[in-house]
Structure formats: C-alpha cells, structure tokens
C-alpha cells in the first residue's frame, strides 16, 4: 500500500483484520488516521498529518497541489523522483474531501450524522441583531419602536475584478460537495433565476463607474446597503424582487442604499448629501469600504482559486 505521509511517500505491507466483527478497511484507515483515496479497496492513504500540512501550504504559500507532491517525491528519492508512484490525482480529490469534512466539523456537523441543509455551513455574524438568536426582546419592546435604527441591519457590496474565476474546461466532470450549504445559493436554482432574469440596458443618470447571499432578516425592518454604484443599483430594485420567482423580501422591510466614503466622491455632488454614511440616520461612524481594504490580502490566494472549479 501507497502511504503518503508529510515525511514522504511509503510503500509498505498493510492487512486489515479480517475478524467477524470488523469494520470495513476503510473504517479502520480513519481509526489509524489516515484517509482512503478509494473506499472500496483502498491501495492508497494520506495520513491527516500530511492533509493538514498541505492545506496550510496552499492558504499561506499559495502551494498548488502538482508542486506539494513534486516536493514529497523529491523528498522520497532526491535522485530518482520520477520512480515515486504519482498520486498527484488522488490527492486532488481527497484534500477536497478533506477540506469539507474540516468546514462541516467547524460548524458542528462532527458528531452527528445529520444532513446538511441551506446556508448551515455559512458563518454566524455575531455582530448583526438576529432577534431570538443574540437580541432577546422583553415583553415592551419590539423591532418597529423607536429608535428604529437600533435594529439595523448594514450590507456592503463590493467586486474584486483581480479575482476572475477561469470557465472549466471539463464542467460535466465536477463534483459538488456543499452546493448552497455556504453563502452562495445552490447552482440549480441560480441557473433558474438567470434563465428568467430580464437583462435591462437602463442609461446611468451618474458618472460611469466599473463595478459590479443569504442572511437571516426575520423581524428587521431597516436595512442600510452599501455599494460603489448604489445610485442606479438601487432603482427599481424591489419590482426585480418582485418579478422573480426565486427572490423575495418581506413588504415592511425599509432598505437605505448609501456609498462608502471613498467612492461617493467620484460621483455627482448632489449625491453625496444623498448617500454617504455621514447623512444616514442611527448609522453610526461607518465608511461603508470594508470589502474594498480586504481585496489586498485576498489577492494574494486569488491565483490559487481561479482555476478552481465552481464546486470549490
């Protein structure tokens, strides 16, 4: 049996025990920590040690997976590397299983073998008013009182032009393990809703600008966007809603568009009064830019995702 481990690759006699009440071999890999590339008759394992380290190799050094293996073979025989067994493939597809299987035990999916569903694998934002959830209400007091800005929920939106994702060569081929269990909703319902979208030309009544999710909202009632080009974004954006039979927002709901600080300026004077987070009410000390200042540091992983398939 091929065992890669972060030392290097091994080629050792494995035999599983054969007793009447044994697990199945691939059971007892995991016991032993390591991970099966084939459930069925396994003939190679990757210790976790091994996925771990090339997890942490490809976020930190953008290390793809060919040059982490070319390493562990080069590590097995400095002379002789090309006659290390090539489980360049194998560890593609297991480092993907192994990733998921990571995400679903962070968000408590670990010890229990409940299914998945919409949005469970998405990160909690402590910081929003989530009613039931981190805003308990006494008997008095409800959403809609006065302040109303006390409840209120702030989006910003933003595009990162320097992350464009590469078309898949092969997309039959892809293999998707948490379709619309993160932020992203599920591809077959993203396919429906773009076959139905009317795509409207509408002429920019401000300056031309390049730019271009799933929340719990239950109980609020305002709600403050933030976005580079809100000015036209903004219009007519409930009646889209409406036309769509895969969106919706609730009719009280009270949405405030606003521009970050930075962009607001390279539009018409008139909307700056109009826009900037320094006229919207209850709002607080907010420049609305968040998006923008984390582009840099994920810039430096863009690479590495771009030819990723849609499934990742």
């Not at 942490?56 to 293996?69: F, P, R, V």
Request: hydrophobic share 35%; proline share 5%; with cysteine.
């Amino acid at each position: 049996m091929v065992i890669v481990d972060k030392s290097r690759v091994h080629r050792l006699e494995v035999r599983c025990c054969e007793c009447p009440n044994a697990m199945s071999p691939d059971i007892q890999m995991f016991q032993h920590r390591f991970f099966p590339a084939s459930f069925n008759r396994p003939k190679t394992v990757f210790t976790f040690r091994v996925l771990n380290d090339f997890l942490l190799d490809s976020l930190e050094c953008g290390t793809s997976a060919m040059n982490y293996y070319s390493k562990l073979r080069r590590m097995t025989s400095s002379m002789f590397p090309h006659l290390v067994p090539d489980q360049y493939r194998e560890l593609m597809r297991v480092a993907r299983q192994w990733r998921q299987l990571k995400t679903m035990k962070w968000h408590g999916f670990g010890h229990h073998s409940d299914n998945t569903s919409t949005g469970e694998l998405a990160l909690f934002c402590l910081a929003c008013p989530q009613p039931g959830i981190n805003v308990l209400l006494s008997e008095d007091e409800s959403l809609d009182e006065d302040p109303s800005w006390k409840y209120t929920r702030s989006f910003v939106m933003d595009g990162n032009f320097k992350a464009e994702h590469l078309h898949p060569i092969k997309p039959f081929n892809e293999v998707w393990l948490s379709d619309g269990l993160g932020f992203m909703v599920g591809k077959d319902r993203y396919k429906m809703h773009l076959a139905e979208a009317a795509d409207t030309v509408e002429k920019s009544s401000c300056n031309n600008h390049r730019a271009a999710s799933r929340h719990n909202m239950e109980g609020i009632t305002r709600a403050v966007t933030f976005y580079d080009i809100n000015c036209q974004y903004n219009k007519h954006f409930r009646v889209r809603v409406d036309r769509s039979r895969f969106l919706e927002m609730a009719p009280q709901l009270t949405i405030i568009p606003g521009i970050g600080l930075w962009h607001v300026h390279g539009h018409q004077d008139s909307y700056y009064v109009r826009y900037a987070s320094n006229f919207i009410e209850g709002i607080g000390r907010i420049d609305g830019e968040i998006m923008e200042t984390l582009w840099a540091q994920l810039n430096l992983i863009s690479p590495a995702a771009r030819g990723m398939s849609s499934p990742h």
